[in-house]
C-alpha cells in the first residue's frame, strides 16, 4: 500500500481572498490536533483549466507513464493537462463536444472500454427535458482521442446520470460504465443503478455497448461505487441517495446483473452524498462511510461480509464557516496502516479523521486550501511512487495537488488563444509555484513570421508586487533574427520571502506581438523555453532556493476577423426595429441561432441578452445610446474576436 505524505497546512495569501475570522479561529482550534510527523509549508501547485470544472479525472493520456489531469464543465468542453513528471501540468488542450449536447454534463471517468491498453474518456449528461440521458466516450488511440460517441440510457424518460464509473462488472477485461440516473422530472425523482457493459472495439472506430439496464432504487442518487463488498471476486455497487436518504448496497452476479441486497433508510434525514468502501475495523469486511449533505457528518456502515450492514452513529465533521461538505475521499494520511477519511468543504478547508483501525475517526486535523473544492482524490502526480493529494476547484477553474516537502516545483504556463490577424494582440506569460517566486530567467520560442515581438513588460501582478519602481531587475532582449528568441531576466528585488505568491497562477510578463495578415486561420505556438534553449527554465522561490520550472506551451489560433455592423441583427445593412425584434426572437429560441452574436450585441458588452434589444429600441425611439462600435458603418470592432461572427452580407 502506498504511504501519502502527511498533508501540509500551506499558510494563507491574501490573494486567495479574505477568510472571516471565525473561520480562522475554528481552523487554528482544529489543527492544533497532532497529525504525527510534521513537515515544513508548502502551497499546493495549481493547475489552470480554462473551464467551470464540474468533475475531473486523473489518467495517463498520451503513456508517456505520467498521470494526466482531466476536467470537464457543465457543457462538456473537456481540457486535458499533461503532466510533467514534477506535480505540475500543462501544455492544455481542450476539446470542444460539438452539437448535441444542450444539457447539463455532471460527471466524468476513465477506463479501457476497448481493452486496448490505453485509457478512454467518458461523460455523462442529460437533456433540460427530453427522453434519453447521455453517456458521451471518446475512444483513445495510441494517445489521440476519437470522435465523441453517445451512447442513449433510455428512450422513455429523461434518465438523469449523475455520477458514473468505469470498471470491469464482467471480467472480460475490458472496463463497463456504471452510473447511477435519475428521473428529474417525475415525483420522488426515482434513481437507479445504470449498466452499460462493453461488447469490445468495433471496425472503424468505437466501442459497441450491451442495452443499458436499470435498477430501481430510492431517488436523487448523487454517488455511485463498485467495489467488492463480498470478497467474492466480482465488483458489487453502493449507491448513497441523497433525497431519498437512503444507502443501497446491489449484487453482481458475476455477469454484470446488479440486484438489490440490503437498504438503510436514515430517519434524521442527513442526506447521504458520497461514499466510501474499505475494511475500516479490520475484522475482515468490507464496510463502508457515507459522506452526509445536511448534516456535515460520517456515517460508518460496518459490513457482515454477505452485503448487510449495521449502521453507525452520525460522526459530526467540520463547524459552522466552514461550508458545504463536498464528496469525500480516503487514504492512509499519518502512515499507520489503516484508512482514513478526508472531507473538503466548500469555504476550502480540508478535514481528516484519523482511523485508528476501530472505525472510529476520533481524531480530527484540518487545513486550507482553495475554495470550491469539489472532491478530494489520490494519485501519484509527481511519478515519485507515493501518492499525493489533489482536488479541483469548479469556481477557481483550477485543479490544485499537494506533493509534498520534497516536491518544491514550479512552471512557466502560457494559455491558449485567439487572436485576429493584422493586428496587435497581448500574450500574457504566467507562472506559478508552491513557494513565493522571487526571480526568473526564461525565454519564449515563437514563429517570428507570423508574430512579431514588439515588447515585453512586467505584468500588473508584478507591478502590485513592486511598487512603481518595479523589478529590480528587468533585462529583455526580442531578438531580430528569425530563429531569436525572446529573452527574460527578472529578480522582483523584493526582501527575502516575499514575491509573486505561492500557490496561484499569475502573470509574470506581457508579450506584446504584431500579428501578420495572413489569408486564411493558422495555428500557431508559443513555448516558454530556457534561456540556453534547454527544456527548463529557472526560478528563485523563497528561501533562496533555485527551481527547475516545467514549461507549458500553447497554441495560438490566428484568425481571420469580419467586418459587422453593430445592432443589424438581420443583416440587411440597416438598424431598426426589425433587429431588435431578431434578437428577442433568437433569445427565446423562436428563430434559430443568427452567425454573428457580435452584431447582435448592440451594447458591446461581450454578451447577447435583453439589453441588446432594449439598447436597440432606446436608441430608435427614445435617444437613446447608439449601438457599441463599429457603428453606423461596417468595421472591424476594437476587440474583433470576442464574440464569433461570420462574413456578412452587407458588410463585403
Known amino acids: ?291 452526509t449533505w445536511m448534516t456535515k457528518s460520517l456515517i460508518l456502515l460496518e459490513g457482515d461480509g454477505s452485503l448487510g450492514f449495521i449502521e453507525g452513529d452520525e460522526i459530526p465533521l467540520g463547524v459552522f464557516g466552514w461550508g458545504l461538505m463536498q464528496r469525500i475521499g480516503m487514504a492512509d494520511m499519518d502512515g499507520d496502516g489503516f484508512q482514513d477519511i478526508i472531507a473538503p468543504f466548500s469555504g476550502g478547508v480540508v478535514a481528516t479523521r484519523f482511523n485508528e483501525g476501530d472505525a472510529r475517526f476520533l481524531t480530527e486535523a484540518a487545513f486550507f486550501s482553495y475554495q470550491g473544492p469539489l472532491e478530494v482524490r489520490f494519485a501519484d502526480l509527481d511519478a515519485d511512487g507515493v501518492v499525493d493529494l489533489w482536488m479541483d476547484h469548479s469556481d477557481l477553474e483550477v485543479i490544485t495537488a499537494f506533493c509534498g516537502p520534497q516536491n518544491i516545483s514550479g512552471y512557466f504556463h502560457l494559455e491558449p488563444q485567439r487572436v485576429s490577424a493584422g493586428l496587435p494582440a497581448l500574450i500574457p506569460l504566467k507562472v506559478a509555484a508552491n513557494r513565493a517566486i522571487e526571480a526568473y530567467d526564461v525565454a519564449l520560442e515563437l514563429d517570428r513570421s507570423l508574430l512579431t515581438p514588439t515588447d515585453l513588460t512586467p505584468s500588473a501582478e508584478v507591478m502590485a508586487a513592486t511598487g512603481p519602481a518595479g523589478p529590480a531587475v528587468w533585462v529583455v532582449d526580442l531578438g531580430s533574427t528569425p530563429a531569436d528568441r525572446v529573452l527574460l531576466t527578472c529578480d522582483l528585488g523584493l526582501p527575502s520571502g516575499f514575491g509573486l505568491g505561492a500557490g496561484v497562477v499569475l502573470d509574470c510578463a506581457d508579450l506584446q506581438v504584431e500579428v501578420a495578415m495572413v489569408p486564411n486561420p493558422v495555428q500557431t505556438t508559443v513555448a516558454p523555453i530556457g534561456i540556453n534553449g534547454s527544456s527548463i527554465a529557472q526560478m528563485r522561490v523563497s528561501g533562496g532556493v533555485m527551481v527547475q520550472a516545467s514549461l507549458s506551451a500553447a497554441q495560438i489560433d490566428i484568425e481571420i476577423p469580419v467586418p459587422f455592423l453593430r445592432g443589424d441583427a438581420n443583416d440587411n445593412g440597416v438598424v431598426n426595429i426589425a433587429d431588435a425584434v431578431v434578437i428577442l426572437r433568437r433569445m427565446f429560441g423562436i428563430d434559430p441561432p443568427g452567425s454573428c452574436l457580435a452584431a447582435e450585441d448592440a451594447d458591446g458588452d461581450g454578451g447577447t441578452d435583453i439589453g441588446d434589444a432594449v439598447r436597440v429600441v432606446t436608441y430608435l425611439f427614445s435617444l437613446g445610446d447608439p449601438p457599441a462600435a463599429p457603428f453606423p458603418a461596417c468595421d472591424l470592432a476594437p476587440d474583433p474576436l470576442i464574440l464569433p461572427c461570420t462574413p456578412r452580407i452587407s458588410c463585403p
Open 1 to 291: 500500500m502506498l504511504y501519502l505524505r502527511p498533508l501540509l497546512r500551506p499558510l494563507l495569501s491574501p490573494r486567495l481572498g479574505t477568510t472571516p475570522l471565525m473561520l480562522v479561529m475554528n481552523i487554528l482550534f482544529f489543527v492544533s490536533i497532532s497529525w504525527g510527523q510534521q513537515v515544513p509549508f508548502n502551497s499546493p501547485i495549481p493547475t489552470a483549466t480554462g473551464i467551470s470544472i464540474r468533475d475531473s479525472a486523473s489518467a495517463d493520456i498520451d503513456g508517456d507513464g505520467i498521470l494526466d489531469l482531466i476536467a470537464v464543465n457543465g457543457q462538456g468542453v473537456i481540457t486535458i493537462s499533461f503532466g510533467f513528471g514534477t506535480g505540475a501540468h500543462g501544455n492544455r488542450v481542450r476539446i470542444d463536444p460539438g452539437t448535441g449536447i444542450d444539457g447539463l454534463v455532471r460527471s466524468l471517468d476513465v477506463g479501457d472500454l476497448d481493452a486496448d491498453g490505453d485509457v478512454d474518456i467518458a461523460m455523462a449528461w442529460a437533456t433540460p427535458s427530453d427522453p434519453g440521458g447521455y453517456i458521451s466516450v471518446y475512444i483513445n488511440e495510441g494517445g489521440v482521442l476519437g470522435p465523441r460517441l453517445d451512447i442513449p440510457l433510455d428512450s422513455q424518460v429523461n434518465r438523469t446520470p449523475f455520477d458514473l464509473q468505469l470498471c470491469d462488472v464482467n471480467g472480460d477485461g475490458r472496463d463497463d460504465i456504471v452510473c447511477c440516473t435519475n428521473v428529474l422530472d417525475l415525483i420522488m425523482q426515482p434513481a437507479s443503478l445504470t449498466v452499460l457493459r462493453s461488447l469490445g472495439a468495433v471496425s472503424g472506430g468505437g466501442v459497441l455497448f450491451s442495452a443499458p439496464s436499470h435498477t430501481d432504487f430510492s431517488s436523487l442518487a448523487t454517488d455511485v461505487l463498485a467495489h467488492d463488498l463480498d470478497d467474492d471476486g466480482d465488483l458489487d455497487a453502493v449507491m448513497a441517495c441523497r433525497d431519498g436518504n437512503m444507502f443501497v448496497c446491489l449484487e453482481n452476479d458475476g455477469t454484470g446483473a446488479f440486484t438489490v441486497a440490503s437498504s438503510i433508510f436514515f430517519p434524521l434525514l442527513p442526506h447521504p452524498y458520497s461514499v466510501v468502501a474499505d475494511d475500516f475495523n479490520g475484522d475482515g469486511f468490507q464496510d463502508v462511510v457515507l459522506g
